[in-house]
Structures are given as C-alpha cells and as structure tokens.
C-alpha cells in the first residue's frame, strides 16, 4: 500500500520563474492539501482538493494555484517566484467523509535564489 | 485570525528525563492533532484528541485535552535519543484544514 508521494524531492528556481510541484496521495484516499512550511515554523495551509475542485484556501496569494486530476494526484504551481517561496511543500492526503487523520508525503524542498 | 502557541520553543533534556510541551490556542480548539517531525522529515500523526478533558496514552507518550479546549499538552516519560525531533500541535478546525502550533523542538542527550 503506498503512502504519499510527492516530487520532486528537491528544486532550485530564480525570482521570477515557475514551478510545479507534484503530489500522489495514499491508496484510497480522495483529498489532498498542501502545506507550505517555512524553516523552523510550522506547516502553514496553502489549499486542499476534492473531487478535482478547491474546497478551502488559507491565506495564500493567488499566485499560488493548484489542480486535482482524476486519479485524485495533485499539482501545486507557483507563479512569480519570490525569495520568501523558499520552503519545504508538504502535500497531506486523507478521506474527505471520514476521520480528520492526515497522512503527509515526504516534501519538497524548495530553494528561490 | 486564530493563533495556535507552543512553549517552549526549544528543549534539551537527558536521556531518561521528563518532557512536556503545551499547545495554547487564542479560540476554541476543534479537535487536537499530535504531530512528531524529525529532522529532515515529514510531520507524522500521533493522535488526535476530540473531548474536553480527554487523556490518552501511547506508550511513554501521554496526550492531555483542556477542559475548555482551548490547550493541550504533551508528556513524554523518561525520554530516549529516539524521540528527537518538533512536535507539532494542529487544530483540525474542520474540513480536514490544519492550524499548526509553532512546534517544540526536543533534543535529548545521552
């Protein structure tokens, strides 16, 4: 049974570009979030996808956007990259009728130079 | 906006040695998540706790809701090098969306 993945594991950008960041969440799980966690901090959340649609936002500017494939994976994107991007991405993956229990993916790692 | 605050920050303790980190939250918490990351990893579920007053405990570990859910605690008993690492509290605040603590980094010394 496999758990969350996400890739890839580690990305360096410049100001300014684009990334996309992957997500596969546990084996029969619906939902996915994303978790933006900055050095030293806790997870902040970014959003979360369920049947292919945003379903909650926290406080993110929409430069951050995100989509739900069938399959229930996610994509994160991030547009206009700034220093303050540098962070490690978590995607979590749980049920959305059932407990709150989140299973987290391994992060990304990323770095804006 | 809610602000979830663990104290303390940063903890150092022997081998064998008590720990406890306390989660306090400006409002009402909904449920209470425990979460151990270590360095370099990701946030792992430990447990989650759902009524007021409710005590649970895993092992060493043992998780403690306020009566007013609006506090947590952690303790861990006779701590080892194993259980280095943040512990994070999280509001689940409903719909699966997580407000974290600000952790309380645990080094533990042989």
């Known amino acids: 049974d496999a758990g969350v993945t996400q890739s890839p594991t580690h990305l360096i950008k410049t100001r300014g570009q684009q990334v996309t960041l992957r997500c596969s969440p546990k084996?029969?799980?619906?939902?996915v979030s994303w978790y933006q966690q900055a050095l030293g901090q806790g997870p902040q959340f970014i959003f979360q996808y369920y049947e292919e649609e945003e379903r909650q936002r926290g406080n993110f500017p929409d430069r951050f956007s995100g989509h739900q494939f069938p399959n229930y994976s996610s994509e994160l994107n991030v547009n206009a990259l700034l220093l303050g991007d540098s962070a490690l991405y978590l995607c979590a993956s749980s049920l959305f009728q059932g407990s709150d229990t989140q299973y987290f993916g391994p992060g990304t790692r990323l770095t804006v130079l | 906006g809610q602000q979830v605050m663990q104290i303390p920050q940063y903890q150092h303790v022997q081998e064998g040695e008590d720990f406890t980190t306390y989660c306090n939250s400006s409002?009402?918490?909904?449920?209470i998540q425990w979460y151990k990351q270590r360095p370099g990893g990701h946030p792992v579920f430990l447990i989650q706790l759902v009524k007021s007053g409710e005590v649970k405990k895993q092992k060493r570990l043992t998780f403690q809701f306020g009566e007013a859910k609006k506090n947590s605690s952690l303790h861990i008993t006779a701590t080892q090098t194993t259980d280095v690492g943040t512990y994070f509290c999280a509001d689940t605040g409903g719909g699966n969306k997580l407000t974290f603590g600000t952790g309380t980094q645990l080094k533990v010394e042989l």
């Open positions: 409002t009402t918490l909904s449920n």
């Open positions: 084996s029969g799980h619906d939902t």
